[in-house]
């Protein structure tokens, strides 16, 4: 079989079926348009993008025409903090916040949360600045003749990376075994067989002492660092124990 060179050109001509065509003209359009910040120091500061959508059938008096608006607000470090979405439909008033999205970002400027639309992930990072938890965060709601009766949040889903040596997603642990620096095997299981690995509820102080981790402390620490995430993102978080009613 041939292999065609690089400067040869090829025609296909496609038949396509009579009733698979559109019987008129169609008008259409799309524009960007770019709005950059003019403080000093910011004039490459993205700070507005602009959608401009048009189309036109056959004989319509008038088209349907859409635009969205990306408007984009920074922090005083200049990362990205908020970008909110408004859209103007032709023959309608104007939509705000269509679509809205947030960013948390600790004081070294390293990614804590994001929020798409009410939908949440968190990050943790390690003294090396190393990301080592990426958490994504969901809930259940459950409204009665308008009214808010009862809210759930729940973890969806999460991975923890916190050295070459194990990692886990969701309820799945992955440990790896190497030599030097070659990793040579891997062995995976679930959380409930969690305990195969022996890693004890306890550890060594360096002295011969057993020192007791209390792990109820460190999980109700995390559950109020989760809580200020939420109320910094501006979504309403409710803990387990909260059960719809």
């Known amino acids: 079989m041939k292999t065609p060179c690089k400067n040869e050109a090829y025609l296909v001509i496609i038949d396509i079926p009579q009733e698979l065509m559109f019987p008129g003209t169609l008008s259409t359009s799309y524009d960007l348009g770019y709005t950059y910040g003019n403080a000093p120091g910011k004039h490459f500061q993205l700070s507005r993008v ?29 990362n990205l903090k908020s970008e909110f979405v408004a859209r103007d439909r032709l023959g309608n008033s104007t939509t705000n916040n269509i679509s809205r999205r947030k960013l948390l970002w600790d004081g070294q400027n390293r990614i804590r949360g994001i929020s ?37 949040t729940d973890s969806m889903e999460y991975s923890i990376y916190p ?15 190497y030599i030097g620096s070659e990793r040579i095997a891997s062995r995976t299981g679930t959380l409930g067989d969690f305990a195969a690995l022996h890693t004890p509820d306890n550890h060594s102080a360096g002295n011969g002492q057993v020192a007791s981790v209390n792990y109820a402390a460190i999980r109700q620490t995390e559950e109020d660092s989760i809580a200020s995430y939420y109320a910094q993102l501006g979504v309403p978080y409710e803990a387990l124990s909260n059960k719809c009613e």
């Open 163 to 177: 050295s070459p040596y194990i990692s886990i997603t969701g309820n799945r642990w992955t440990k790896h075994y």
């Open 50 to 78: 602009t959608e401009n959508y048009y189309r036109k059938e056959g004989g319509e008096a008038a088209g349907d025409s859409i635009s969205n608006t990306h408007s984009f607000y920074y922090d005083p470090n200049g």
């Open 116 to 152: 798409e639309d009410g939908y949440v992930s968190l990050y943790w990072y390690d003294a090396d600045g190393n990301r080592t938890v990426k958490e994504h965060l969901g809930g259940e709601a459950v409204w009665v003749n308008g009214t808010k009766a009862g809210v759930k």
